[in-house]
């Protein structure tokens, strides 16, 4: 199984649970798409900690491969999908009904990727090799 790697470093820790900032790649600050993406911020998700961990420390962060692709599947094409079945719906009334159709499918697609896309990824984020960073003090 082919697992994406990244690093996150630890900003607290409370009952078990470490918050980690993860760091965007460098490739983002030249991206062109990194105003729309999200990629190029700095984002904090909540772990179970691993023990000896600590604030300054800086884990390494794992998903599996397939478990990513399947994210950016639900991600990009639930609202395109939902967009469409809304025009389609609705398309018997008219142009204006059918762009009414296709915007509320878009809302629709954009909340249930919120609300159920993160549940593909976060349960297969596994942490590991936590290690100090050289040089600071947490």
Aim: net charge negative; hydrophobic share 45%.
């Amino acid at each position: 199984m082919t697992m994406i790697v990244t690093q996150g470093r630890v900003i607290a820790v409370r009952e078990g649970v470490a918050e980690v900032q993860l760091t965007a790649k460098s490739a983002c600050g030249s991206c062109g798409a990194k105003a729309v993406c999200g990629s190029g911020s700095a984002h904090t998700v909540n772990l179970p900690a691993p023990e000896g961990v600590g604030p300054g420390d800086t884990l390494d962060l794992a998903v599996p491969e397939a478990r990513l692709n399947a994210g950016a599947v639900v991600g990009y094409l639930l609202p395109a999908t939902t967009t469409l079945l809304g025009a389609v719906l609705l398309s018997s009334g008219g142009d204006d009904i059918a762009s009414i159709g296709a915007f509320i499918g878009l809302v629709g697609g954009l909340f249930l990727t919120r609300r159920f896309g993160a549940g593909l990824l976060l349960p297969s984020l596994s942490t590991c090799s936590p290690h100090t960073i050289q040089g600071e003090t947490p």
